[in-house]
């Protein structure tokens, strides 16, 4: 295991940041990214990257990683800084007022347009240059801010991998995931070893997300060039939501590490055998079909369903109660779909999103993500 200390852009006097990854394995073309707490405040995954890391350390030893991981525990040192009196902000940057993770740059367009008369008949030969020319873009930028820094150092990391595995989890929600739908079929063992209750696709969801910043580059590439040269499959990207902010335990953490494993196994990253996975919870559905359901009205919010329920269109799911005037406005679902994932807080304000559905009707546009 090999450690490495990136420095960042120190936002103010007095202070100076650094990203820490954890290197395992040889010097091979295959490579798996995995990261942890992007959104300073999502714990889970960083404790399933603290066993994953003595995991990954023991193969090693053994012999055992057919793949280069870079495996990153702590992705966002920025975040972790952040407390206002006593409670942690860890989505947002309250110097800039970002999402932590949106507004990744998008290389491709830049990438085309540098490797236009570079590329060769050789699909190994082309990722080389691909990765290359990431890793050179990355290298070669001046970050203007300690956020911007901390993008650039884990994107120049990320997106020269095969497998990129960001780890998350929501407020109040069963183990789900997002991926592409070019990349679905290699993820869906980590859906079935990890147990993932929905499975959420879309090519683009808005927003510039790290995980769609992964792989944008190659998917444009592919389609500026596939026709001509011999294109490389390209980054797989999935983000796993470890359930909610609460579900932080060393069992459950130790157990969706070795999970991960097991499909890493499985997709041919590291060597050994398993046994058959685990059978489909539920099958892939578009982003676009959730339903995203809203408090018209301030009030004391009261859940009238169970993760993990199925809701039809027209039941109630929750309300919210006004306990000076007594009015109790019901929350009724549209199209109906899998509760996954709901607001933890219990006082809301009027046009607060409370609740999620995995269905298959709603027919969202543009920005598809939690914003």
């Not at 609460?246 to 050994?272: H, M, R």
């Not at 046994?275 to 539920?282: C, F, N, Y």
């Not at 933890?344 to 995995?358: E, I, S």
């Not at 709603?362 to 598809?368: D, M, P, S, V, Y």
């Given at each position: 295991?090999?450690?490495?200390?990136?420095?960042?852009?120190?936002?103010?006097?007095?202070?100076?940041?650094?990203?820490?990854?954890?290197?395992?394995?040889?010097?091979?073309?295959?490579?798996?990214?995995?990261?942890?707490?992007?959104?300073?405040?999502?714990?889970?995954?960083?404790?399933?990257?603290?066993?994953?890391?003595?995991?990954?350390?023991?193969?090693?030893?053994?012999?055992?990683?057919?793949?280069?991981?870079?495996?990153?525990?702590?992705?966002?040192?920025?975040?972790?800084?952040?407390?206002?009196?006593?409670?942690?902000?860890?989505?947002?940057?309250?110097?800039?007022?970002?999402?932590?993770?949106r507004?990744?740059?998008?290389?491709?367009?830049?990438?085309?347009?540098?490797?236009a008369?570079?590329?060769?008949?050789?699909?190994?030969?082309?990722?080389?240059?691909?990765?290359?020319?990431?890793?050179?873009?990355?290298?070669?930028t001046?970050?203007?801010?300690?956020?911007?820094?901390?993008?650039?150092?884990?994107?120049?990391?990320?997106?020269q991998?095969?497998?990129?595995?960001?780890?998350?989890?929501?407020?109040?929600?069963?183990?789900?995931?997002?991926?592409t739908?070019?990349?679905?079929?290699?993820?869906?063992?980590?859906?079935?070893?990890?147990?993932?209750?929905?499975?959420?696709?879309?090519?683009?969801?808005?927003?510039?997300?790290?995980?769609?910043?992964?792989?944008?580059?190659?998917?444009?590439?592919?389609?500026?060039?596939g026709?001509?040269?011999?294109?490389?499959?390209?980054?797989?990207?999935?983000?796993l939501?470890?359930?909610?902010?609460?579900?932080?335990?060393?069992?459950?953490?130790?157990?969706?590490?070795?999970?991960?494993?097991?499909?890493?196994?499985?997709?041919?990253?590291?060597?050994?055998?398993v046994?058959?996975?685990?059978?489909?919870?539920?099958p892939?559905?578009?982003l676009?079909?959730?339903?995203?359901?809203?408090?018209?009205?301030?009030?004391?919010?009261?859940?009238?369903?169970?993760?993990?329920?199925?809701?039809?269109?027209?039941?109630?799911?929750?309300?919210?109660?006004d306990?000076?005037?007594?009015y109790?406005?019901?929350?009724?679902?549209?199209?109906?779909?899998?509760?996954y994932?709901?607001?933890?807080?219990?006082?809301?304000?009027?046009?607060?999103?409370?609740?999620?559905?995995?269905?298959e009707?709603?027919?969202?546009?543009?920005?598809?993500l939690?914003?």
């Open positions: 295991m090999q450690q490495q200390h990136h420095p960042l852009l120190s936002a103010t006097l007095g202070t100076q940041r650094e990203i820490v990854s954890f290197h395992f394995g040889s010097d091979s073309q295959q490579r798996v990214y995995i990261q942890a707490g992007l959104h300073g405040d999502e714990l889970p995954g960083m404790a399933v990257a603290w066993y994953l890391k003595q995991k990954l350390l023991a193969l090693e030893s053994a012999g055992r990683l057919k793949s280069k991981v870079t495996l990153v525990p702590v992705a966002n040192p920025l975040a972790l800084g952040q407390h206002w009196h006593g409670t942690h902000l860890g989505r947002f940057h309250t110097l800039s007022g970002q999402d932590f993770n507004r990744f740059p998008a290389l491709g367009d830049k990438l085309a347009a540098e490797l008369g570079s590329l060769t008949q050789s699909e190994y030969e082309n990722r080389r240059l691909i990765r290359d020319a990431i890793d050179r873009y990355y290298r070669d001046i970050a203007r801010s300690e956020l911007e820094a901390q993008r650039f150092t884990l994107m120049r990391m990320a997106s991998a095969d497998l990129m595995i960001d780890l998350h989890c929501d407020w109040d929600a069963l183990p789900h995931l997002y991926t739908p070019h990349a679905w079929p290699d993820i869906e063992p980590l859906a079935r070893w990890l147990g993932s209750e929905v499975q959420l696709l879309a090519q683009i969801s808005g927003g510039e997300p790290f995980d769609e910043a992964c792989c944008e580059p190659w998917l444009t590439l592919a389609e500026r060039f026709k001509d040269y011999p294109m490389p499959r390209g980054l797989l990207p999935v983000t939501e470890l359930r909610g902010v609460a579900d932080v335990s060393p069992e459950q953490a130790e157990k969706d590490a070795d999970n991960i494993i097991n499909a890493l196994i499985e997709g041919g990253y590291v060597a050994g055998e046994g058959e996975s685990p059978a489909l919870i539920h892939p559905t578009a676009s079909g959730c339903e995203y359901i809203h408090a018209p009205y301030s009030g004391l919010l009261f859940n009238r369903r169970a993760l993990g329920e199925w809701i039809n269109a027209g039941e109630v799911v929750a309300e919210v109660v306990p000076i005037t007594d109790v406005t019901p929350l009724v679902a549209e199209y109906g779909g899998v509760l994932a709901r607001n933890l807080t219990k006082f809301v304000t009027a046009g607060m999103l409370v609740v999620r559905l995995a269905g009707n709603a027919g969202r546009k543009g920005e598809l939690v914003m």
